[in-house]
């Protein structure tokens, strides 16, 4: 028995039977341009279950990607992440073509990741390992395969593509604030966006989800439970769980936001145009004022204000859990390894404030340490 899927790139097929022991079989195979394509497919794999000609085991590597990308994970994760998953296929599909995923072995994926790495960041090695981690670990429990053959793999990558993230110092941070306040124009809110990323650390699409109803005056909170699809210009959940939060602001935030609360639009950023700044329009904008402030950051772009927003927070001894909470992540190893560069950077002088504090154990006027317990 065959059943059709119209997917995003053409049509899948997933063909039923059962085995010599009445064990429930399937197959599927996506990328038929048409139905009547994957129906002729779908007849000649049954005839040759029927003869006994397959091996029901021996699915080629990229082939099982695919199918496992468009069972559990196409209509779960957003566009962007989808496209993500379509690019890392056709990695697979060039790198393996038709390998049967028991003959890819954990020699054959090292030699794969190190052709990948060689002009890749580390970063986008390191997405593409996990997510084709999770493929395979699928498969083991399929029991296509008995390994996991993505185990105790030595990630390699183009070391010239290591970005470490610009952030602003204290004096450039204020600088911008300033500039930023003295333009301030409600009828266009990407200034605002920006003075928002400044004080919260939130994402580019957290702060567009906003509305008045996420902002508590009174408490001086920001709720953040969604972001925002700038491609279909509607709300889509948080980028995990763990960033659904509650955030402290100040006051000095609460006033500049106040500025737009008359808008007639729940939404609190929406512009003199009825619609929400683009990722391409508060970039824009940050540029510009950057270059007002004869602030020269190569590749400083919106989200670098979130990791301005960390350095300062670190520079001034916040704890670093607070931190994790304050941006949203599920935990503080997140965290902790993101923002190792900042970390170590203030670690000197959090061991110096260390080294004063055991300093003051030892009473250097000879006063007996119980006179100063009293």
Same mark, same amino acid.
């Given at each position: 028995?065959? $059943?059709?899927?119209?997917t $995003?790139?053409?049509? @899948?097929?997933?063909?039923?039977w059962?085995?010599?022991?009445?064990?429930? #079989?399937?197959?599927?195979?996506?990328?038929?341009?048409?139905k009547?394509?994957a129906?002729?497919?779908?007849?000649?794999f049954?005839?040759d279950?029927?003869?006994?000609?397959?091996?029901?085991?021996?699915?080629?590597?990229?082939?099982?990607?695919?199918?496992w990308?468009?069972?559990?994970?196409?209509?779960?994760?957003s566009?962007?992440?989808?496209?993500r998953?379509?690019?890392?296929?056709?990695?697979?599909?060039?790198a393996?073509e038709?390998?049967?995923? #028991?003959?890819?072995?954990?020699?054959?994926?090292?030699?794969?990741?190190?052709?990948?790495g060689?002009?890749?960041?580390?970063?986008?090695? *390191?997405?593409?390992?996990?997510?084709v981690?999770?493929?395979?670990?699928?498969?083991v429990?399929?029991d296509?395969?008995?390994k996991?053959?993505?185990?105790?793999?030595?990630l390699?990558?183009?070391?010239?593509?290591?970005?470490t993230?610009?952030?602003?110092?204290?004096s450039?941070i204020?600088?911008?604030?300033?500039?930023?306040?003295?333009?301030?124009?409600?009828?266009?809110t990407?200034?605002y966006?920006?003075l928002?990323?400044?004080?919260? @650390?939130?994402?580019? @699409?957290?702060?567009?989800?906003?509305?008045?109803?996420?902002?508590?005056?009174?408490?001086?909170t920001? $709720?953040?439970?969604?972001?925002?699809?700038?491609?279909?210009?509607?709300?889509?959940?948080?980028k995990?769980?763990? $960033?659904?939060?509650i955030?402290?602001?100040?006051?000095?935030?609460?006033?500049?936001?106040?500025?737009?609360?008359?808008?007639?639009?729940?939404?609190?950023?929406?512009?003199?145009?009825?619609?929400?700044?683009?990722?391409?329009?508060?970039n *824009?904008?940050?540029?510009?004022?950057?270059?007002d402030?004869?602030?020269?950051r190569?590749?400083?772009?919106?989200?670098?204000?979130?990791?301005?927003?960390?350095?300062?927070?670190l520079?001034?001894g916040a704890?670093?859990?607070?931190?994790?909470?304050?941006? @949203?992540?599920t935990d503080?190893?997140?965290?902790?390894k993101?923002y190792?560069?900042?970390i170590d950077?203030? *670690?000197a002088k959090?061991d110096?404030?260390?080294?004063?504090?055991?300093?003051?154990?030892?009473n250097?006027?000879?006063t007996?340490?119980a006179d100063v317990?009293?």
């Amino acid at each position: 028995m065959a $059943s059709y899927r119209k997917t $995003s790139t053409g049509w @899948g097929v997933r063909v039923s039977w059962r085995d010599a022991d009445g064990e429930l #079989k399937q197959k599927y195979k996506a990328g038929f341009k048409t139905k009547n394509e994957a129906r002729l497919y779908a007849i000649s794999f049954e005839n040759d279950v029927a003869n006994n000609n397959v091996d029901v085991r021996e699915v080629p590597f990229a082939d099982y990607f695919d199918e496992w990308f468009q069972l559990y994970k196409e209509n779960k994760v957003s566009q962007v992440t989808a496209n993500r998953y379509r690019i890392i296929s056709r990695e697979l599909h060039h790198a393996f073509e038709k390998i049967n995923i #028991k003959k890819v072995d954990r020699r054959k994926y090292q030699k794969f990741i190190n052709s990948y790495g060689a002009d890749h960041a580390p970063e986008t090695v *390191k997405k593409l390992n996990s997510i084709v981690r999770a493929c395979v670990k699928s498969a083991v429990y399929d029991d296509l395969i008995k390994k996991d053959f993505t185990q105790n793999v030595s990630l390699t990558w183009d070391k010239s593509r290591e970005i470490t993230v610009d952030y602003l110092n204290i004096s450039e941070i204020q600088t911008l604030i300033s500039h930023t306040q003295s333009k301030l124009n409600p009828h266009f809110t990407s200034r605002y966006m920006i003075l928002t990323a400044i004080y919260t @650390g939130a994402r580019l @699409g957290e702060i567009q989800a906003l509305t008045w109803k996420d902002i508590n005056f009174n408490w001086r909170t920001i $709720s953040i439970n969604k972001s925002w699809d700038a491609l279909n210009n509607k709300f889509k959940p948080t980028k995990t769980e763990g $960033s659904t939060r509650i955030i402290r602001i100040n006051d000095d935030l609460l006033d500049i936001l106040e500025q737009l609360h008359h808008a007639d639009s729940g939404m609190v950023f929406v512009n003199q145009y009825g619609t929400i700044p683009t990722s391409n329009a508060v970039n *824009k904008t940050l540029r510009s004022l950057l270059q007002d402030c004869d602030i020269n950051r190569q590749g400083f772009h919106f989200h670098s204000l979130r990791h301005s927003h960390v350095a300062y927070l670190l520079s001034q001894g916040a704890d670093l859990y607070a931190i994790s909470k304050r941006l @949203g992540h599920t935990d503080m190893t997140t965290t902790s390894k993101r923002y190792a560069y900042l970390i170590d950077e203030y *670690k000197a002088k959090s061991d110096d404030l260390i080294e004063l504090l055991l300093d003051n154990l030892t009473n250097k006027k000879g006063t007996h340490s119980a006179d100063v317990a009293k």
